[in-house]
């Protein structure tokens, strides 16, 4: 199986804020890669897919990009809203589909 | 506008078998892929298994030998079976659809969950 991590495992941040996420592969993925935002209690939301496309009706404020194994998402002017967990998803070599353990992002 | 509603008890006793359904409505079943997603109250997400309607379908090799997923093309029904539950299987499942045209593994269809409890 493919292994994901993601750092940091939790931040705290500024409504204002530039929020940045790395994920890492633990072989190469290509751009098989996909970000989701959950937040507590609800079923997760697709972000960002293929590494670096922004899902349609996703804010421009946030962004991903990385190819290979190194991947990063970021959050640019972070809203009230945008305090959840985030989870990187591998869909590269399957079974299974693999997802990071996520990021917390909460208020500072 | 596409909705899922996954149903099922929500208490299952260990060494027997869960039961989930997903319940598809505002579009045809045929038109995704479909998949289980698990996750452990404060713990993070686990693929479980996929379906296509032609047939297609795997799972996770960790859980294969206990795992059967099955799709009602008819009712728009998704469904899975586990067998032999133990406390590890406690877990908010989760049922998500990738449409067809984009291809398999871009969740961007996501029912609201149910927790499954394994206990005696």
């Known amino acids: 199986d493919i292994q994901m991590t993601q750092s940091p495992s939790s931040l705290s941040a500024s409504v204002g804020d530039t929020v940045t996420i790395t994920c890492r592969a633990s072989?190469?993925?290509?751009?098989?890669l996909n970000w989701y935002q959950q937040k507590p209690g609800k079923a997760p939301k697709l972000l960002i897919y293929a590494a670096s496309n922004l899902e349609s009706g996703v804010p421009s404020r946030f962004s991903g990009s990385g190819f290979g194994t190194d991947f990063t998402f970021t959050i640019s002017s972070l809203q009230p809203e945008d305090f959840a967990t985030y989870y990187c998803q591998q869909y590269d070599d399957l079974p299974p589909i693999t997802f990071g353990p996520g990021t917390k992002v909460d208020f500072k | 506008q596409v909705q899922l509603q996954e149903s099922g008890p929500e208490l299952v006793k260990p060494s027997e078998t869960l039961s989930l359904t997903c319940t598809v409505s505002?579009?045809?079943?045929?038109?995704?892929?479909w998949s289980w997603i698990r996750q452990p109250p404060g713990k993070g997400l686990e693929w479980v298994a996929f379906?296509?309607?032609?047939?297609?379908?795997d799972a996770n090799p960790s859980l294969k030998s206990r795992v059967t997923v099955s799709l009602d093309t008819f009712r728009n029904l998704f469904s899975l079976k586990l067998t032999s539950v133990t406390a590890a299987d406690t877990a908010v499942y989760f049922c998500?659809?990738?449409?067809?045209?984009?291809?398999?593994?871009?969740?961007?269809?996501w029912g609201r969950g149910t927790l499954v409890t394994v206990s005696s």
């Open positions: 998500a659809g990738s449409i067809e045209r984009r291809g398999n593994w871009f969740f961007d269809l």
């Open positions: 505002g579009d045809s079943i045929s038109n995704y892929y």
């Open positions: 072989q190469d993925i290509n751009n098989f």
């Open positions: 379906m296509y309607y032609s047939g297609s379908t």
